[in-house]
């Protein structure tokens, strides 16, 4: 068995002039005699002061950035500035070296550009460490949140032949070799029977077989990663991501934005309580890049200050409807600043839109309810028309400062014949979805849920900018390396 003391027990020991064993990853080597040491448990290095005129000539010149490296020594009270303590070591062996001159990462500030085209590394970095913590935190939080409330951890499928969404943007699965690849007469490919002899993709969202699990469990949620097949290449956009899916059997609407503004301030808040150092380093980071920005785009807070305001107000709740009556009449639609101008009641919202509600407007999160049909899913409850005979749904986006959407979600429609007619309004082939309609057959009730972008809460709660940064591994387009 390998024994060592991890940095993080080593930086809150109070136990002095002992021995002890660490093994990390070199950041610096000061002057020949002072180690930064991380071993990833930390946002802090570890001081290793080596013993220059014992360490043999071969160690000293491997002990570089990025070389792993096991230090044995003793524990002492530091009298150096900025640490409590740190490791005299009798004897560092080299665990596993690494070439200076072609090491990437050097001790110095990189760019989070260039740290994406070495992404295989940068987990090395404070930033990502700091990024991937928050991340772990976050995810435990959800599911300590919903078991808390007895909800079931429901696992839903990956491959699937349905599309949740109806969209379209679906990643096709294959068996086929490339050149057995089944040919339709004009030569494209036939996919029909590329899963076995049967069409699937991966899946778009858990939700139509969550509400399978609702309608029997009660209360359930999914978490799992979700595939998009769409072209986007944003700051906000990834072929996979992963969502958090609660469906509850006999809730209505309002129930649903009651459980996602709940969930939301849960897991901040767990992040805030459970991420001190992580959130700190993340905090200053962010202040430094500020600093660099222009005064007038400068944020007025601190991104502790915006988690706690988020915690402390209660959402902005309100209407599509009210809501375009809002940014008709707002300066940057009024002086034609927008790019798309607001001037009817039906069209989606653009992000400049959303941006405007949350960031000037509100100036907190904004839950818009009740949007027009036509713009939103089949499977959303049908309202009454309006008094100008203009249908809605029963939807909600919750939308965040600096983020935009961060939930969509919905009541869904309970009511078979509404249901199935709404489907064909849509083409949305209701016989492929029968196990679906059967739960509205058999004991259908009212029921809601909504899908939460993980990454999306991770780019708010570490106020990053790239959601490319909050996920280890991403996937867009033309990028699936490692
Ligand atoms: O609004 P969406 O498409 O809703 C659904 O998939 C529903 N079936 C959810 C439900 O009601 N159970 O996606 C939900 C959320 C969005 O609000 C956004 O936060 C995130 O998933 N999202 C993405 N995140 C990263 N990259 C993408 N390409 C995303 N597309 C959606
Ligand atoms: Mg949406």
Not at 18 to 37: D, H, I, S, Y
Not at 199 to 204: E, G, M, R, W
Not at 229 to 252: G, Q, Y
Request: with cysteine; net charge negative.
């Amino acid at each position: 068995m390998i024994k060592r003391e991890k940095i993080s027990a080593i930086l809150k020991s109070t136990e002095f002039n002992r021995e002890t064993t660490v093994m990390g990853w070199v950041k610096t080597f000061r002057n020949n005699q002072f180690v930064a040491l991380n071993d990833g448990s930390s946002m802090s290095n570890l001081q290793i002061v080596v013993d220059f005129a014992n360490t043999p000539e071969n160690i000293l010149k491997k002990i570089t950035t990025g070389a792993a490296i096991k230090v044995k020594g003793i524990l002492v009270e530091s009298l150096g500035k900025g640490q409590k303590c740190e490791v005299k070591a009798s004897n560092i062996e080299i665990l596993g070296e690494s070439d200076a001159e072609k090491f990437p990462l050097q001790p110095k500030k990189h760019s989070l550009e260039f740290l994406r085209e070495i992404a295989h590394l940068r987990f090395r970095t404070n930033t990502f460490n700091a990024i991937f913590k928050v991340r772990n935190a976050l995810s435990f939080a959800i599911h300590q949140f919903f078991n808390d409330k007895g909800f079931v951890y429901l696992h839903t499928p990956i491959i699937t032949a349905s599309d949740a969404e109806g969209a379209g943007e679906m990643f096709r699965v294959t068996t086929l070799p490339f050149e057995n690849t089944p040919k339709t007469e004009d030569g494209n490919i036939d996919f029909k029977e590329d899963f076995f002899g049967r069409s699937a993709n991966l899946t778009v969202s858990g939700q139509l077989e969550g509400e399978l699990g609702a309608m029997a469990l009660g209360e359930i949620y999914t978490f799992g990663p979700t595939f998009r097949a769409e072209n986007s290449n944003t700051t906000r956009h990834l072929a996979e991501f992963w969502m958090i899916e609660p469906e509850v059997a006999f809730a209505d609407l309002e129930d649903n934005m009651n459980l996602a503004e709940e969930l939301l301030k849960y897991t901040i808040k767990y992040a805030i309580d459970h991420c001190a150092d992580e959130l700190e380093f993340l905090s200053s980071r962010l202040a430094e890049e500020e600093k660099n920005k222009p005064q007038n785009q400068r944020s007025e807070f601190t991104l502790m200050e915006k988690l706690n305001f988020c915690l402390e107000n209660s959402f902005e709740r309100l209407t599509y409807t009210e809501a375009i009556e809002i940014l008709k009449r707002s300066k940057p639609n009024q002086k034609k600043q927008f790019k798309y101008l607001i001037d009817d009641w039906g069209a989606d919202l653009q992000s400049e839109h959303e941006r405007y509600l949350v960031e000037k407007h509100f100036k907190k999160p904004v839950i818009l309810t009740d949007y027009p049909a036509n713009i939103k899913s089949f499977y959303m409850r049908m309202n009454e028309p309006d008094e100008q005979g203009r249908k809605t749904v029963r939807a909600m986006d919750i939308l965040f400062p600096g983020i935009g959407e961060m939930v969509g979600g919905s009541q869904r429609e309970e009511r078979l014949d509404k249901l199935q007619t709404r489907m064909e309004e849509m083409h949305i082939p209701k016989e492929e979805l029968y196990w679906y309609l059967d739960t509205r057959r058999f004991g259908t009730a009212p029921h809601a849920g909504f899908g939460l972008g993980f990454e999306r809460l991770v780019l708010f709660v570490t106020g990053m900018t790239n959601i490319r940064d909050v996920i280890p591994f991403p996937r867009f387009p033309k990028n699936a390396e490692f």
